[in-house]
């Protein structure tokens, strides 16, 4: 049973991955700086592009009044087994901080109890909901979890495709300008 209900979700994230790519190849491109591919999503060195996205608690948060400040931008689902063991070294690096830098996770299945999985693992970052699956193709999130490392002047710097442990997270944002 796990191994029909496994081959359905990678058939699912195949089929969103080649309609999300497919889409992409029909759209112009406007803004080359900010949605430049490459064969793996967003270049480095482009600006990050801008998003509004609400919290778990119903807060706004955009992007672009993030500037001055060092972002670790990380995309996840519930379901995903990387991305549930990373949590937990998030909510470390959160908690390590300080104020210069900020942890947004990107979560991208909110149809499922994402307050229930946060409360059960004792997340305090913001969560935030991309309910109509806009940030994620902006970003071109092929797979999860990604993290994208966005300086304080707006541009990515880093981009890590995997689960990520705290010493990692420590060294991706000790990099950030």
């Known amino acids: 049973m796990k191994k029909v209900i496994a081959a359905i979700v990678l058939i699912s994230l195949l089929t969103v991955a080649i309609v999300q790519a497919m889409e992409k190849k029909n759209e112009p491109q406007n803004n080359e700086q900010t949605t430049t591919p490459t064969a793996n999503g967003l270049k480095i060195g482009a600006k990050a592009p801008d998003f509004e996205l609400k919290t778990l608690t119903g807060e706004t948060v955009k992007l ?5 400040k060092k972002v670790m931008l990380n995309f996840w689902a519930t379901w995903c087994p990387p991305c549930k063991a990373e949590m937990p070294e998030m909510e470390k690096f959160y908690q390590s901080a300080g104020k210069d830098i900020v942890i947004l996770a990107v979560n991208i299945d909110p149809q499922n109890d994402v307050k229930g999985f946060a409360d059960k693992n004792g997340i305090t970052f913001p969560i935030l909901l991309d309910e109509k699956d806009h ?21 990515i710097q880093n981009k890590f495709t995997g689960g990520m442990n705290l010493d990692m997270m420590k060294k991706y944002t000790s990099e950030l300008k």
């Open 135 to 155: 940030v994620n193709q902006v970003y071109q999130i092929l797979s999860i979890p990604t993290t994208y490392f966005i300086d304080s002047n707006g541009t």
């Open 64 to 68: 672009s009044s993030l500037k001055g």
